[in-house]
Nanobody
Framework: QVQLVESGGGLVQPGGSLRLSCAAS????????MGWYRQAPGKQRELVADITSGGTTNYVDSVKGRFTISRDNAKNTVYLQMNSLKPEDTAVYYC?????????WGKGTLVTVSS
């Protein structure tokens, strides 16, 4: 079975940094597009960043220059480095794996940016 397990969330002050990790199993990791989504209270889930099997990255405008997505195929892990965090980044962050029309999701990890 497919499992995506996020870690690294927590409470951080504005301007601080966190690195999220997503460990994948049950998929051919190196072939899949991996992504991070987030959902803030009262809002719809949105794509934050994704990375193709070839290493091409994509970011929502609000995080460009602050967040970096990367993948380590040898470890079956995708990362989201988040710098210069803002209160509006507060959300549950979800790991996603995509191949064609098939999607898999992690359970999410909560990031709270507050002083």
């Amino acid at each position: 079975q497919v499992q995506l397990v996020e870690s690294g969330g927590g409470l951080v002050q504005p301007g601080g940094s966190l690195r999220l990790s997503c460990a994948a199993s049950g998929i051919i990791f190196s072939r899949d597009r991996m992504g991070w989504y987030r959902q803030a209270p009262g809002k719809q889930r949105e794509l934050v960043a994704d990375i193709t099997s070839g290493g091409t990255t994509n970011y929502v405008d609000s995080v460009k220059g602050r967040f970096t997505i990367s993948r380590d195929n040898a470890k079956n892990t995708v990362y989201l480095q988040m710098n210069s965090l803002k209160p509006e980044d507060t959300a549950v962050y979800y790991c996603n794996s995509k191949r064609g029309v098939t999607d898999y999701w992690g359970k999410g990890t909560l990031v709270t940016v507050s002083s």
